[in-house]
C-alpha cells in the first residue's frame, strides 16, 4: 500500500473530531456549582435542545500542527457543510493544496494533489482507521455538538450509558464505572460475552463531560481496554457563531503502545451564510487507489 493512506487519515481524523466542542461557553465559575445528578434520558434531552442547528456552515481557517513519534508538521483546513447533504474539506500546507475531502451520507472522496491520485470508500476504512463507528450522521452529530454513541447504533437510545456528575459537570459514560470494573476483573470470557451482546470486537470506555449551564461538550474521554488505546480532547477560546459559540482552540492527544500523537488546532472566519458551490473535481490522468 502506498504512503498515501498513512498521511492523510491524521488529517482526516483531525477534521472529524475538530468541531466535536461546537458549543455554547459556561462561565469558570459553573465548575463550583453545585450540580446535581440528571437521569441519562433527562440530560440527552438537554443536550440535543442545546445543540447547535445548522442548514450551511462555513470554517474558512482551520490551522492544525501534529506531533507524533517521527514526524511533525502544519497543515491547514478549510471546511464547508451542507446539512444532511455534504461537507467539504480542503487541505493545505505552505499555501500549497495538498488534497481535498468530500463526505456525502453514502460515502468519502479524497483526491490527493500531490500524489496524482484519488480514492472513494463507504467510511470503512476511515471506521477501521479511527477504531470506531463512523458515517455521514455520526459527523453531523459532532458538528451539531449533539451526544452519540461510538458504536453503530440506528436506535440512538444509549441504553448503556450511565450518568453522573463528576468535576462540576455532566458526565455519560458508555458503561457504569461498576460494571466496567468487574468486567476486567473476570475472566476473558465474562468480556467475550460481553462483547458479543454488543456486538463489539474491543473493550471500548466512552466518556463526556458537558457543562452544567449550556450543556455543551467540553471534554471527551476514549479508552479501548482491549487494544491499550487511549483519545482525549479538550475545547477552549470560544467565539460567537450565530446564536451559539464555537471553540477556537482544540487539543487532541491520542496513545496507543507507547506513542504519543498530539494536535492543536485553531480555527477563525466562521459563517452560517448560504453556500454556493461544492466543487470536487476528480482529473482524468489521476490514478484511483485501493486501500480496502
Known amino acids: 500500500m502506498r504512503s498515501f493512506?498513512?498521511?492523510?487519515?491524521?488529517?482526516?481524523a483531525s477534521f472529524l473530531f475538530l468541531i466535536w466542542g461546537s458549543s455554547c461557553r459556561a462561565p469558570k465559575e459553573l465548575a463550583m456549582a453545585n450540580v446535581k445528578p440528571m437521569p441519562t434520558g433527562r440530560l440527552l434531552k438537554k443536550i440535543d435542545q442545546n445543540a447547535f442547528d445548522y442548514e450551511y456552515l462555513t470554517i474558512k481557517r482551520i490551522s492544525?500542527?501534529?506531533?507524533?513519534?517521527?514526524?511533525?508538521t502544519s497543515f491547514r483546513i478549510n471546511l464547508k457543510a451542507k446539512k444532511n447533504e455534504r461537507m467539504l474539506?480542503?487541505?493545505?500546507?505552505?499555501?500549497?493544496?495538498?488534497?481535498?475531502?468530500?463526505?456525502?451520507?453514502?460515502?468519502?472522496f479524497y483526491?490527493?494533489?500531490?500524489?496524482?491520485?484519488?480514492f472513494i470508500d463507504d467510511y470503512s476504512y476511515l471506521s477501521s482507521y479511527l477504531n470506531m463507528d463512523v458515517d455521514f450522521n455520526t459527523v453531523q452529530a459532532i458538528i451539531s455538538n449533539n451526544a452519540f454513541s461510538y458504536r453503530d447504533d440506528p436506535r440512538n437510545?444509549?441504553?448503556?450509558?450511565?450518568?453522573?456528575?463528576?468535576d462540576g459537570e455532566y458526565v455519560m459514560q458508555s458503561e457504569k464505572t461498576r460494571r466496567i470494573?468487574?468486567?476486567?476483573?473476570?475472566?476473558?470470557?465474562?468480556?467475550?460475552r460481553r462483547l458479543k451482546r454488543l456486538d463489539?470486537?474491543?473493550?471500548?470506555?466512552?466518556?463526556?463531560f458537558f457543562d452544567p449551564l449550556y450543556f455543551s461538550l467540553t471534554r471527551l474521554e476514549m479508552t479501548d481496554k482491549t487494544n491499550h488505546r487511549n483519545m482525549f480532547m479538550s475545547f477552549g477560546e470560544f467565539t460567537k457563531v450565530g446564536a451559539k459559540n464555537y471553540p477556537e482552540a482544540i487539543n487532541m492527544n491520542f496513545l496507543s503502545d507507547g506513542e504519543e500523537i498530539s494536535i492543536k488546532i485553531r480555527m477563525s472566519g466562521f459563517s452560517t451564510?448560504?453556500?454556493?458551490?461544492?466543487?470536487?473535481?476528480?482529473?482524468?490522468k489521476y490514478e484511483q487507489i485501493k486501500i480496502n
Open 273 to 284: 451564510d448560504e453556500i454556493d458551490s461544492f466543487e470536487l473535481k476528480i482529473p482524468e
Open 5 to 12: 493512506p498513512v498521511r492523510i487519515f491524521p488529517l482526516l
Open 111 to 118: 483526491v490527493n494533489y500531490i500524489d496524482h491520485n484519488y
Open 181 to 192: 470494573f468487574k468486567i476486567e476483573k473476570k475472566n476473558p470470557q465474562r468480556i467475550e
Open 200 to 208: 463489539d470486537e474491543a473493550l471500548i470506555l466512552q466518556k463526556m
Open 89 to 108: 474539506v480542503a487541505i493545505s500546507k505552505l499555501n500549497i493544496p495538498v488534497g481535498r475531502v468530500l463526505l456525502t451520507p453514502d460515502s468519502v
Open 157 to 166: 437510545d444509549f441504553k448503556t450509558f450511565d450518568s453522573f456528575v463528576e
Open 64 to 72: 492544525c500542527q501534529y506531533s507524533g513519534p517521527e514526524s511533525k
